[in-house]
């Protein structure tokens, strides 16, 4: 089982519109982070959150934590072509060990953004 | 400043030989981490060190995966048999900070995508 599922898994829109993709878990993360990664490339980070209920802004990038710390949002305005890729989220939380942390990845939501 | 490398990019294998992925992280990160991509899995954490030293190698999934990293600017993954099952890109990344430390960022590389037939 996937500790963080992202959805939806794959979306194709149109130049201009507006998206939102989603990341959530049943466990709480001590903070979370939002990738891009584009083909034949290394994820890039893009934002970390890590209060819950917190609101951050990219530009056309707005990221949300869930005021419970499971889960979290992207919501992108205007998308344009430049903003096709594969969107990771990351959650932190202890590992076994208990002092430190280690980085769990979703799966992915792949966008493409169509001119 | 140059990012992680990591070499080859492409290694094309056939079964039951060894593979050897290479990575030379970021100067003066203290953290190192080896993924693994596929469709099916995502990326999964296999094995990461601070400070040259193994913390956590739980995500290594069996005892032909082996990790070293005997110097701060140098890590190895070895793959020893290796099966058709290994296939997937091999990501490095290095982060700044230990991993006791919360906020980490990670820096990938390019990957190494390996394909075993």
């Known amino acids: 089982t996937q500790l963080l599922e992202q959805s939806p898994q794959f979306l194709s829109i149109q130049e201009g519109e507006n998206l939102t993709v989603y990341c959530n878990s049943s466990s709480v993360f001590s903070s979370l982070q939002w990738y891009r990664q584009e083909p034949g490339e290394g994820p890039v980070l893009l934002v970390t959150v890590v209060t819950g209920g917190e609101v951050k802004k990219l530009k056309r990038l707005t990221f949300q934590f869930g005021d419970a710390r499971k889960d979290s949002s992207l919501h992108i305005t205007a998308a344009q072509p430049g903003d096709t890729g594969l969107y990771l989220c990351?959650?932190?939380?202890?590992?076994?060990?208990?002092?430190?942390?280690?980085?769990?990845f979703g799966k992915g939501t792949l966008l493409t953004v169509n001119p | 400043d140059a990012g992680v490398i990591q070499s080859p990019r492409h290694e094309v294998t056939e079964m039951g030989q060894e593979v050897t992925l290479r990575c030379k992280p970021i100067?003066?990160?203290?953290?190192l981490f080896w993924y693994r991509q596929t469709m099916m899995r995502g990326l999964e954490l296999l094995i990461y060190?601070?400070?040259?030293?193994?913390?956590?190698d739980s995500g290594m999934p069996e005892d032909r995966f082996s990790a070293k990293m005997p110097n701060a600017s140098f890590s190895t993954l070895k793959i020893q048999p290796s099966e058709p099952r290994d296939s997937a890109v091999y990501f490095c990344?290095?982060?700044?900070?230990?991993?006791?430390?919360?906020?980490?960022?990670?820096?990938f590389g390019q990957g190494t995508r390996l394909t075993v037939v």
């Open positions: 990344a290095s982060s700044p900070r230990p991993t006791r430390e919360l906020n980490t960022e990670a820096f």
């Open positions: 100067s003066g990160h203290n953290s």
């Open positions: 060190f601070n400070n040259n030293v193994p913390i956590d």
């Open positions: 990351a959650g932190a939380r202890r590992g076994s060990g208990g002092s430190n942390y280690k980085l769990t």
